[in-house]
T-cell receptor
Framework: DTGVSQNPRHKITKRGQNVTFRCDPI?????LYWYRQTLGQGPEFLTY????????KSRLLSDRFSAERPKGSFSTLEIQRTEQGDSAMYLC??????????FGSGTRLTVV | AQTVTQSQPEMSVQEAETVTLSCTYD???????LFWYKQPPSRQMILVIR??????QNATENRFSVNFQKAAKSFSLKISDSQLGDTAMYFC???????????????FGQGTILTVHP
């Protein structure tokens, strides 16, 4: 297992388009997290899953954002009707039940 | 809600010297973990060191150590014998726990950019 994998690494999209990102966690990790990081800032929590259940969602996660983890393995984060303010790095991480996050390299989204 | 504050946007240090990065946090919880993460330019976030709040002894990992002052809600990171590879953004982070199980979510500070000069 080579760690947490995120695809694509970079995405440029036009305002109003929908985008979807994928995260493949470390296989034995039952928790999966999504964070958003804007330039020069710390990551902000968006949501997390334990197995396939979405246990917590931030109020940052507007109704344009949806995340799924259908079989408790990989996860997708979809942003509908993208806005320029959605431009950021989207980080995925996974862990076992306790601490011990492993982060992916992120997907950088640019909305033009 | 928890907040984490890093009051030093940027720090610099000469190679082989020691530098301390500051972090304060605010919480009403009694059980939690604190972390320092390192994010090199254009690379993924990696864990530097972890401290359990119930432990009075400060955590140490090779050249990295913390000064954890629970009453003052302070959690500073000391890097000894700084190396060029330590150049990165450093984030302090907080995680609530209960009964040894984490609540999952990390709350990060704003980060401190550390530059190590040769």
């Amino acid at each position: 297992d080579t760690g947490v994998s995120q695809n694509p690494r970079h995405k440029i999209t036009k305002r109003g388009q929908n985008v979807t990102f994928r995260c493949d966690p470390i296989s034995e990790h039952n928790r999966l997290y999504w964070y958003r990081q804007t330039l020069g800032q710390g990551p902000e929590f968006l949501t997390y899953f334990q197995n396939e259940a979405q246990l917590e969602k931030s109020r940052l996660l507007s109704d344009r954002f949806s995340a799924e983890r259908p079989k408790g393995s990989f996860s997708t984060l979809e942003i509908q009707r993208t806005e320029q303010g959605d431009s950021a790095m989207y980080l995925c991480a996974s862990s076992l039940l306790n601490y011990g996050y492993t982060f992916g390299s992120g997907t950088r989204l640019t909305v033009v | 809600a928890q907040t984490v504050t890093q009051s030093q946007p940027e720090m610099s240090v000469q190679e082989a010297e020691t530098v301390t990065l500051s972090c304060t946090y605010d919480t009403s919880e009694n059980n939690y973990y604190l972390f320092w993460y390192k994010q090199p330019p254009s690379r993924q976030m990696i864990l530097v060191i972890r401290q359990e709040a119930y432990k009075q002894q400060n955590a140490t990992e090779n050249r990295f150590s913390v000064n954890f002052q629970k009453a003052a809600k302070s959690f500073s990171l000391k890097i000894s014998d700084s190396q060029l590879g330590d150049t990165a953004m450093y984030f302090c982070a907080f995680m609530r726990t209960a009964g040894g199980t984490s609540y999952g979510k990390l709350t990060f500070g704003q980060g401190t950019i550390l530059t190590v000069h040769p």
